[in-house]
């Protein structure tokens, strides 16, 4: 939208501020805002959170994956309450058995960080915000996000040089819950707070591939915690490539070395290479070997995004 320049005194230059933004963000008069130059730009921020609605979620039609992805979706929204309706059992596809919907949405709920079931009858759960989060707040999550992933990669190298396979399993039975409540709570912050335009974007997109590589890390972790065979050489020497490069990105992140962004190519095409000429007949390697393959590229995805938007976290 456009907007006329209003020239005040001679001196003084103003323009009016769309009525729809100031009642979406609940601006008062003679509240501050936040002003910024930005190249060509002019942003005007507000700590004011979006008044957000109640949701309404029916997942008596759903089966438990669905109606996971519901909730998830629902509560990184922003929304304060979200009213979900079903029925008394739920299909698990994974073990093809009916579950308890009040159970999955109990255990969903749990890892909500801020929110709480406060009501629970008969086919309906009342889940509540019972701590509004602080915007604050969102460097702290965020850095404590990128070292939850960084621990996933130690830790797999860790157990596999000690042939410790409590500490590689607890990668995918503790450290994946924490680096899910890390990425919902910070991606619950952006929305609720909806910061400006392509801050939002972007820090939403970084977020999203954190979360992958977790899930990535996750898989690898059950795959080497269910494996009877030795660890290779070969394979250990990749995971520890994978770890220096996964701390690169987080220096590029955090502390602003730009300069090893291209020490970060250079490890990836140095992955590509020993996956490239990995030679194995192991089932579980292979399979090993296709997931961690997806991991570089996803570093190199989110690093981008930093150095490309200068996004401050």
């Known amino acids: 939208m456009k907007r006329k320049i209003i020239q005040l005194a001679g001196k003084t230059s103003v323009i009016s501020i769309p009525q729809s933004w100031i009642r979406k963000f609940n601006i008062k008069k003679g509240q501050e805002v936040e002003v910024k130059e930005e190249n060509n730009r002019i942003i005007i921020e507000t700590d004011n959170v979006v008044q957000t609605k109640d949701i309404k979620l029916d997942i008596s039609e759903m089966n438990v994956s669905t109606a996971w992805y519901n909730l998830i979706s629902a509560y990184r929204s922003g929304a304060?309450?979200?009213?979900?309706?079903?029925?008394?059992?739920i299909l698990d596809i994974k073990t093809k058995e009916n579950t308890l919907s009040s159970d999955m949405i109990r255990d969903a709920v749990n890892k909500f960080t801020g929110m709480e079931i406060i009501k629970?009858?008969?086919?309906?759960a009342i889940i509540k915000?019972?701590?509004?989060p602080k915007i604050e707040e969102f460097e702290n999550i965020l850095k404590r996000t990128y070292f939850a992933v960084i621990n996933m990669s130690s830790d797999i190298v860790?157990?596999?040089?000690?042939?410790?396979?409590?500490?590689?399993?607890?990668?995918?039975?503790?450290?994946?819950?924490?680096?899910?409540?890390?990425?919902?709570?910070?991606?619950?912050?952006?929305?609720?707070?909806?910061?400006?335009?392509?801050?939002s974007l972007t820090l939403y997109s970084t977020i999203i591939k954190l979360e992958e590589?977790?899930?990535n890390y996750s898989k690898i972790s059950k795959i080497f915690a269910e494996s009877k065979n030795e660890y290779s050489k070969k394979l250990i020497q990749l995971f520890k490539n994978l770890d220096k490069m996964i701390n690169l990105f987080y220096n590029i992140s955090f502390k602003h070395e730009q300069d090893k962004y291209n020490n970060m190519a250079e490890i990836k095409q140095e992955?590509?290479?020993?996956?490239?000429?990995?030679?194995?007949?192991?089932?579980y390697e292979k399979e090993i070997l296709q997931i961690a393959r997806g991991i570089p590229g996803l570093l190199m995805e989110a690093s981008c995004i930093k150095l490309t938007y200068r996004i401050d976290f």
């Not at 450290?175 to 909806?194: A, G, Q």
């Not at 590509?272 to 192991?282: A, G, L, M, N």
């Open 80 to 89: 304060e309450t979200i009213n979900v309706y079903y029925n008394d059992y």
């Open 129 to 132: 915000e019972i701590t509004t």
């Open 271 to 283: 992955i590509k290479q020993e996956i490239k000429d990995f030679k194995t007949d192991s089932d």
């Open 120 to 124: 629970q009858g008969k086919n309906h």
């Open 158 to 199: 860790e157990g596999l040089e000690k042939v410790d396979k409590i500490k590689i399993n607890n990668v995918s039975e503790i450290s994946e819950v924490n680096v899910n409540k890390l990425c919902n709570f910070s991606l619950r912050l952006i929305t609720k707070h909806k910061k400006n335009g392509i801050d």
């Open 213 to 215: 590589i977790g899930d």
